[in-house]
């Protein structure tokens, strides 16, 4: 009879494959990698952002204007030194009756921001004033513009067309401003003067807010309820 070899168990077979011999390194090679690998991610994603940051990133604001705080004509990418949106609010008052307010939003710095000043001449008077806000797309919020109670000497020269009168303070203006200002043309000397209501920023900040206030000094004092 012929004989067959006999067959050998699958799991004996299994078992007498040699083993490789356990490195206790293999886990800590392992790690060194993964960590390895991560740091390299790390590395990548901040060089992305010190590049978009070199190139200037900065906030994106609405440059428009009209008759209303939440016009958004134009979406723009502001330069990289500004990082506020801005919204500033110019209103004339003529014989006691308000023309429509008039609106402009930009791009603008913050540490600039939030300053209101009034001034008066003869039978007008004008407030000026600016808000902001500090993330994309965003609408500032428009400040308080009501009669706070407090008043201030006003003038504005020249033309010395106007003598000097009181100005209503609005708002958070708790402060009467003096501005002066020598400009000369050839060989004319005009001496600016500029009296009138004004909030805590505008008296730290004026040369920074409104372009009649570019050059000159400005000094401020408190304001008073019982200015006669």
Not at 6 to 30: N, S, T, W, Y
Not at 53 to 67: A, D, N, P, T, V
């Amino acid at each position: 009879m012929k004989s067959f070899p006999k067959r050998q168990h699958p799991l004996k077979a299994e078992m007498d494959i040699p083993q490789q011999p356990h490195c206790p390194m293999d886990g800590k090679v392992q790690m060194y990698r993964t960590s390895t690998i991560h740091r390299t991610y790390a590395i990548v994603f901040l060089s992305i952002m010190a590049a978009l940051w070199s190139q200037g990133y900065s906030i994106r604001c609405f440059k428009c204007s009209g008759s209303s705080p939440d016009c958004n004509a134009s979406l723009i990418q502001c330069k990289p030194q500004y990082d506020a949106c801005n919204t500033k609010l110019d209103l004339l008052t003529i014989k006691n009756e308000s023309d429509d307010p008039y609106f402009s939003r930009s791009c603008a710095q913050s540490q600039y921001c939030g300053w209101s000043i009034s001034t008066s001449f003869g039978s007008a008077s004008t407030l000026e004033q600016s808000s902001c806000c500090m993330s994309d797309n965003c609408t500032p919020a428009i400040r308080n513009i009501s009669f706070n109670g407090l008043k201030c000497p006003t003038k504005y020269s020249p033309p010395n067309l106007y003598p000097q009168g009181i100005e209503s303070c609005r708002g958070d203006q708790n402060l009467c401003f003096n501005f002066t200002n020598t400009q000369t043309t050839g060989n004319t000397t005009v001496q600016v003067n500029i009296l009138g209501c004004a909030n805590e920023q505008f008296c730290r900040n004026f040369r920074f807010t409104s372009p009649t206030f570019l050059e000159g000094n400005v000094s401020c004092v408190d304001a008073t309820a019982e200015l006669v």
